[in-house]
């Protein structure tokens, strides 16, 4: 079943009426001061036409204000980018535990989500995991070619203290890691406690009351609130996971179905769980996602995984037809490449430096113009 959601619009494709021409190829970026890669290499990329961004100086909960987000975009624009996609507006705890207070927070998150419509943004990715946004056991994981890549050790997760696993992430960077606030962290043991008394059943309702409130705002507004899978899609630590799998997007649609309320199609994070198909959950799901992450992993029996390259020989996702099937329904959203190996001895942000994922542009680039060359009997 394809859902009836409007996808962002590829302005390139409609000037030149070209079916699947290009796809709306984006970047993520930290901000000045917070990022090793400058918006200077990123329009080095060939077929970039966007900037992920967000505003993470400010903790979950605020509002944010105008004038930063003007300062923001103006300065994304300035080097011919569109800023039309937010990653992430971070949820407030108080809202995915249901707690009395999470009523000004989400008042805060509606004024945040009118704010970024009066400077062009169209989607805001956004996630509802407790606690953790991404999780992995080694940043800098050495592959044989050399380079290195996030890991996941899924027996040393099970077996781990939060606090160790906290102290390996805060050892692997400078920067500022996106779902590891530091604000977040000095509440760590708060945190436990509090959601030893949520399951499954109760995130979902605290979900479900989170979207009802902000969702006609959004469309009021014109922007889709596009929630991203749990990374990895299972629980760990013993806190409850909910956007995990194909029954997962079943589930969010019955809560709503207001345009606004859309999925992140990610490849990587989904596919982690080699129960889920990327390719069918992308037939089926693609109308539903205004944005989408694609990257590969590599999964071994024993529930391991290795980030890799973007090529699909080098993982265990088939990124040929997830980028074949996102042609064949002419995708409009947005796209990114997703985490990359640091590889040439770039010193960088854990899974976010720029060659990698350069080469995995290019990569998707070539997929899509392959595919786009079949359709109209080029032959190369």
């Not at 992430?88 to 970024?116: C, M």
């Not at 040929?320 to 942000?349: A, F, M, N, S």
């Amino acid at each position: 079943m394809k859902l009836p959601y409007p996808s962002a619009k590829n302005t390139s494709a409609e000037k030149t009426n070209i079916r699947g021409c290009n796809m709306n190829i984006t970047f993520r970026w930290y901000g000045q001061g917070n990022d090793t890669v400058t918006l200077e290499h990123v329009r080095q990329i060939p077929g970039v036409k966007g900037i992920v961004w967000a505003l993470h100086q400010k903790p979950a909960g605020e509002v944010w204000e105008k004038e930063d987000i003007e300062a923001e975009v103006r300065f994304i624009q300035s080097y011919g980018f569109h800023a039309e996609v937010v990653e992430s507006v971070n949820v407030h705890e108080a809202i995915k535990l249901g707690h009395e207070e999470r009523g000004q927070y989400i008042e805060h998150y509606k004024q945040t989500i009118r704010n970024l419509s009066e400077f062009g943004v169209k989607v805001i990715c956004y996630n509802f995991m407790p606690i953790f946004d991404w999780t992995r056991t080694d940043m800098f994981r050495a592959l044989e070619d050399g380079s290195t890549a996030l890991f996941f050790e899924k027996a040393k997760v099970e077996s781990l203290p939060p606090e160790e696993l906290i102290r390996t992430v805060e050892e692997s960077s400078d920067l500022t890691l996106p779902g590891w606030e530091p604000e977040k962290m000095a509440r760590i043991k708060e945190l436990f406690e509090a959601y030893q008394t949520v399951e499954e059943k109760q995130l979902w309702a605290n979900l479900e009351f989170f979207l009802h409130e902000i969702l006609p705002v959004a469309e009021e507004h014109g922007i889709q609130m596009a929630i991203h899978p749990d990374d990895p899609p299972w629980s760990i630590f013993g806190l409850p996971r909910i956007i995990t799998g194909e029954k997962s997007y079943e589930k969010l649609r019955e809560i709503s179905d207001s345009p606004a309320n859309c999925i992140t199609l990610c490849t990587g994070s989904m596919g982690a769980d080699p129960a889920n198909d990327m390719v069918k959950i992308t037939k089926h799901y693609a109308g539903a996602a205004p944005f989408a992450h694609i990257r590969n992993v590599k999964i071994c029996d024993n529930g391991d995984f290795t980030e890799t390259s973007h090529l699909t020989s080098d993982g265990s996702i088939d990124i040929t037809g997830v980028v074949k099937e996102l042609h064949g329904q002419d995708y409009k959203g947005y796209v990114r490449p997703d985490h990359g190996r640091h590889i040439w001895g770039e010193q960088c942000r854990p899974g976010y430096g720029l060659y990698d994922r350069a080469l995995g542009i290019m990569y998707l680039n070539g997929l899509w113009d392959a595919f786009s060359s079949h359709e109209k009997g080029v032959k190369r």
